[in-house]
């Protein structure tokens, strides 16, 4: 059986990252389980992390991008968000959706149609 490529699988969630309000790009969790960012066509502020520069060419992730895992709260703000909001402790792209308008730094995450 053929498989497509991550390039080409349906995204099962996603989410648009914006730096400075401005649309950086989005990640995507794909259907394998991998996750994908991309910038967005014709971007050309400064990157999302320091490890990510801007191209064209996606980036390919096995488990949730270390970059947005930084944004996530951790201790007891993380306990209060899970109990608050009865997000699962391995969900991080819930959690981030969660936290995404109010992280560190220049980053803003909006999922996209709130899938």
Same mark, same amino acid.
């Given at each position: 059986?053929?498989?497509?490529?991550?390039?080409?699988?349906?995204?099962?969630?996603?989410?648009?990252?914006?730096?400075? #309000?401005?649309?950086?790009? =989005?990640?995507?969790?794909?259907?394998?389980?991998?996750?994908?960012?991309?910038?967005? +066509? %014709?971007?050309?502020? +400064?990157?999302?992390?320091?490890?990510?520069?801007? =191209?064209?060419?996606?980036?390919?992730?096995?488990?949730?991008?270390?970059?947005?895992?930084?944004?996530?709260?951790? %201790?007891?703000?993380?306990?209060?968000?899970? =109990?608050?909001?009865?997000? #699962?402790?391995?969900?991080?792209?819930?959690?981030?959706?969660?936290?995404?308008? #109010?992280?560190?730094?220049?980053?803003?995450?909006?999922?996209?149609?709130?899938?």
């Amino acid at each position: 059986m053929k498989t497509a490529s991550p390039e080409q699988q349906a995204p099962s969630r996603s989410a648009n990252i914006f730096q400075r #309000d401005v649309l950086a790009g =989005r990640v995507a969790q794909l259907e394998s389980g991998e996750w994908r960012f991309v910038y967005e +066509p %014709g971007y050309t502020g +400064p990157p999302v992390s320091l490890s990510l520069s801007v =191209r064209v060419e996606p980036y390919l992730f096995a488990a949730f991008p270390p970059f947005l895992e930084g944004l996530l709260p951790e %201790g007891a703000q993380l306990e209060a968000l899970l =109990r608050q909001l009865k997000i #699962d402790r391995g969900d991080c792209f819930r959690q981030l959706i969660a936290v995404g308008q #109010d992280v560190v730094g220049a980053l803003t995450v909006v999922e996209v149609n709130g899938k």
